[in-house]
């Protein structure tokens, strides 16, 4: 059976308004004094909370670690993996780890309720990411090199650098943010309007010839940007599929909330891809689209700086 770090035990005293209330007299006739709610009291980033920790907070915090340490780590079967495997050899969960897993933006089996929560959940589930791949990177001498040489006068030869940027970069990229990426080919007759593309069916991206005659950080950014449609239709895939390693319940939430949008994306499509400005604002604050653009766009500044 599982158990939620937020749920009470099937023992567990009965709550009154937010507390827990006594059962009984303990041992000798003396009141049981009542217990901070861990639902209530649940420590996270902002809480303000020291690596001593003090306070009603912190009576909090070891009420959670005393309840969850009664469990062996085969106990914790099923449901978040985020939780099932940092459990200790003891059953217990060390500080850093428990108070990582209270502070995600979404409970488990939970659905995101507005866009701020989606955004919430993205930084949590991506941003470590994001970060891994841009050090990855920059630690290689060939991509710090490739920013020296790129000249947007010279198409033909920023040809050949971009496929010799993108033999390390895209690994670098999968590797870091856990997904197969798709193989990536410069098109000549991309239909106005389209910046990139990346086609599930083919499981390619496209990029036009015109970024090779541009600069290099849009060139990165472009390429992330599609490269983390992939991803996200990767997400989608297991979602419904079923298939490879099972979602962890942020990633669940936030492949649901994708899908759920689907219809937005069809009206904005519905004339193509040229769109009136107040569409297009419409358009990028579509939860997929708005975690491409942010991504591509802080991997560009931050890399091709």
């Not at 850093?96 to 507005?114: D, K, N, T």
């Not at 959940?121 to 991509?143: C, G, N």
């Not at 198409?155 to 993108?166: D, K, L």
């Amino acid at each position: 059976m599982v158990r939620k770090l937020s749920s009470p035990s099937p023992n567990s005293s009965p709550i009154v308004k937010g507390r827990i209330a006594p059962v009984g007299p303990a041992p000798g006739g003396a009141p049981v004094a009542p217990a901070p709610s861990p639902q209530r009291q649940r420590p996270g980033p902002s809480s303000g909370i020291s690596a001593g920790g003090s306070g009603i907070n912190e009576a909090a915090w070891m009420a959670e670690l005393m309840f969850e340490a009664g469990f062996v780590p085969s106990q914790h079967g099923g449901g978040s993996e985020s939780l099932a495997t940092q459990a200790d050899p003891s059953g217990g969960f060390t500080r850093a780890q428990l108070l990582g897993a209270l502070s995600s933006p979404v409970a488990e089996g939970q659905l995101i309720r507005s866009p701020e929560q989606f955004r919430q959940t993205l930084a949590f589930l991506f941003d470590p990411k994001r970060d891994a791949a841009i050090a990855t990177m920059e630690r290689e001498a060939v991509l710090r090199a490739t920013r020296e040489v790129w000249d947007p006068k010279k198409p033909e030869t920023n040809r050949r650098i971009a496929t010799e940027f993108m033999r390390y970069f895209v690994p670098a990229l999968g590797e870091a943010y856990g997904f197969q990426p798709a193989p990536v080919t410069f098109n000549t007759a991309m239909t106005a309007g389209f910046n990139g593309l990346y086609d599930p069916k083919a499981f390619k991206v496209y990029l036009p010839e015109a970024l090779l005659a541009g600069s290099f950080a849009t060139f990165v950014e472009i390429l992330v940007h599609e490269q983390m449609h992939c991803l996200q239709e990767g997400l989608i895939g297991r979602l419904y599929l079923n298939k490879g390693r099972p979602l962890i319940h942020e990633e669940r939430a936030v492949a649901t909330y994708w899908m759920n949008e689907r219809p937005k994306y069809r009206s904005a499509m519905a004339n193509g891809s040229e769109m009136s400005r107040e569409t297009r604002k419409r358009y990028n604050a579509i939860g997929q689209e708005y975690h491409s653009i942010a991504t591509g766009k802080h991997i560009s500044e931050r890399f091709a700086r």
